[in-house]
């Protein structure tokens, strides 16, 4: 991701494509859905922890909740992850445009569903565990505080972000010609 100076008002159309196209990469998944799986696989397989759970699962969807009400700016998220100094102010076109598309009821359900999804873990691996008749992989002998389990299931919910946003990032691309034409009835009548 390249270097992007702003001013208020002002984000070209190729950054903020850019922006949204730079979580369209396997690395998200890779590095931050894949090993929290594989955690969830140690912590549930055989039946552990299932009196606690039930606080796991609220934790995806409460987070599914904060982030897909809020939509997706994707210049900001960049800027978050790569210390970068933006000074929009969300008024140019384009933010307008791609900012309306990402509150659409559409992506906020994609959204909530990918972020969402993370609170049925638990529980397919107990029945895959309970299918192959799978013994506990840890033998921590005390269950898990519910506050933890919570906690656990909020950074789940966060790391179940990566193919909500790697799905977003496709429909942006899809619909960027629309966004396009609409920013530019945007910038022409200078009302959002």
Same mark, same amino acid.
């Given at each position: 991701?390249?270097?992007?100076?702003?001013? =208020?008002?002002?984000?070209? *159309?190729? &950054?903020?494509? %850019? @922006? @949204?196209? @730079? &979580?369209?990469?396997?690395?998200? #998944?890779? &590095?931050?859905?894949? +090993?929290?799986?594989?955690?969830?696989? $140690?912590?549930?397989?055989?039946?552990? &922890?299932?009196? !606690?759970?039930?606080?796991?699962?609220?934790?995806?969807?409460? !987070?599914?909740?904060?982030? /897909?009400?809020?939509?997706?700016? *994707?210049?900001?998220?960049?800027?978050?992850?790569?210390?970068?100094?933006? !000074?929009?102010?969300?008024?140019?076109?384009? %933010?307008?445009?791609? /900012?309306?598309?990402?509150?659409? +009821?559409?992506?906020?359900?994609?959204?909530?569903?990918? #972020?969402?999804?993370?609170?049925?873990? *638990?529980?397919? #691996?107990? $029945?895959?565990?309970?299918?192959?008749?799978? !013994?506990?992989?840890?033998?921590?002998?005390?269950?898990? +505080?519910?506050?933890?389990?919570?906690?656990?299931?909020?950074? /789940?919910?966060?790391?179940?972000?990566? +193919? /909500?946003?790697?799905?977003?990032?496709?429909?942006?691309?899809?619909?960027? =010609?629309?966004?396009?034409?609409?920013?530019?009835? #945007?910038?022409?009548?200078?009302?959002?």
């Amino acid at each position: 991701m390249r270097k992007h100076r702003s001013t =208020p008002g002002d984000l070209s *159309p190729d &950054f903020v494509l %850019e @922006a @949204a196209l @730079a &979580f369209r990469t396997p690395w998200m #998944i890779l &590095f931050g859905t894949l +090993p929290m799986l594989a955690f969830c696989v $140690a912590l549930f397989w055989g039946g552990r &922890f299932a009196q !606690t759970a039930a606080w796991f699962s609220i934790g995806p969807v409460c !987070t599914a909740l904060a982030l /897909a009400s809020s939509g997706w700016k *994707p210049w900001l998220t960049v800027a978050r992850v790569t210390g970068q100094a933006l !000074t929009t102010d969300g008024t140019s076109p384009i %933010e307008q445009a791609v /900012a309306a598309f990402f509150k659409s +009821p559409r992506c906020r359900s994609i959204q909530f569903g990918w #972020i969402a999804s993370g609170a049925l873990v *638990p529980w397919l #691996i107990y $029945a895959l565990s309970s299918v192959a008749g799978g !013994t506990p992989i840890l033998k921590y002998s005390y269950p898990i +505080p519910w506050w933890a389990m919570l906690n656990l299931g909020l950074v /789940a919910g966060g790391l179940m972000r990566g +193919p /909500a946003l790697w799905r977003l990032a496709d429909l942006l691309q899809t619909n960027w =010609p629309q966004l396009l034409r609409q920013a530019a009835t #945007i910038g022409n009548s200078g009302v959002a």
